[in-house]
Nanobody, 125 residues
Framework: QAQLVESGGGLVQPGGSLRLSCEVSEVTLDYYAIGWFRQAPGKEPEGVSCISSRDGSTLYDDSVKGRFTISRDIVKNTVYLQMNNLKPEDTAVYYC??????????????????WGQGTQVTVSS
């Protein structure tokens, strides 16, 4: 079964940056998508961004477009989420998860499984 481990969260001031990492292992699918999701206290999980292993295509939620960038390192089997110009409303536990090959890419949470343990991101002054 796929295993995903997130890291890189922390406390940052508004306008600051963080880079999250998602180490991916035991994925047996030829092609798949890795998604980043977040869950704020009292709210449902929401999709942030995802990337396809097939061609590196990406998808972003409107709330993070222009501020977040998803990327991958094929050699290290790691997917990154570079988060710039962070806002207090970005505060949440961030998770990564894997899906079967998606076309078109989609951020629906029920399409993804093998969620990691999450990493806390807190944006506060």
């Amino acid at each position: 079964q796929a295993q995903l481990v997130e890291s890189g969260g922390g406390l940052v001031q508004p306008g600051g940056s963080l880079r999250l990492s998602c180490e991916v292992s035991e994925v047996t699918l030829d092609y798949y998508a890795i998604g980043w999701f977040r869950q704020a206290p009292g709210k449902e999980p929401e999709g942030v961004s995802c990337i396809s292993s097939r061609d590196g295509s990406t998808l972003y939620d409107d709330s993070v477009k222009g501020r977040f960038t998803i990327s991958r390192d094929i050699v290290k089997n790691t997917v990154y989420l570079q988060m710039n110009n962070l806002k207090p409303e970005d505060t949440a536990v961030y998770y990564c998860a894997v899906s079967n090959d998606l076309w078109p890419l989609d951020l629906a949470t029920d399409l993804f499984g093998s969620w990691g343990q999450g990493t806390q991101v807190t944006v506060s002054s």
